[in-house]
């Protein structure tokens, strides 16, 4: 029996696919437990769709994602920061700073998560600092930090 699964079921396959299973496992296991429909042509059509939605839904994501590197790639973002003796940081800078700075200068949302910092940042000067704004699009940005 053909089936489209609506979930992951280990073994047979991942959720959306199509797959032939036997009948006995498709109506006593995946059918009453909802893990799967069967492939009838009307549930066929409807997973092309959905299928063609989520990739249109992923390239307006990507685009958007690529409007926003643009806006942000080599540019300087400015944090100001207390400082003790010898230019040392009270504290350090970390990815939610560096985030914030950038939706400051910006006016752009970008998560903690997508800012890759190696370590946080304790002293002053010019760091080169890698923004993950997608899978597929990175931007650059130089973050400049400078006393109060």
């Known amino acids: 029996m053909k089936v489209i699964l609506k979930a992951d079921v280990k073994g047979i396959g991942k959720a959306g696919s199509t797959v032939e299973v036997k009948d006995g496992y498709a109506r006593n296991y995946l059918l009453p437990r909802g893990l799967a429909v069967e492939a009838s042509a009307g549930a066929l059509k409807e997973l092309e769709q ?17 409007a926003v590197a643009e806006k942000i790639h080599k540019r300087t973002v400015v944090v100001k920061v207390k400082t003790g003796e010898n230019g040392k940081l009270f504290g350090s800078i970390t990815s939610k700073d560096v985030a914030e700075a950038i939706t400051k200068t910006f006016q752009v949302t970008i998560d903690k998560r997508k800012v890759e910092l190696s370590e946080p940042i304790k ?23 400078v006393a109060e």
Not at 123 to 145: C, W
């Open 50 to 66: 959905q299928k063609a939605a989520q990739a249109a839904q992923a390239k307006r994501e990507l685009l958007a994602a690529q």
């Open 123 to 145: 002293s002053l000067g010019v760091y080169q600092i890698e923004v993950k704004i997608h899978p597929e699009v990175t931007a650059i940005i130089d973050l400049q930090v």
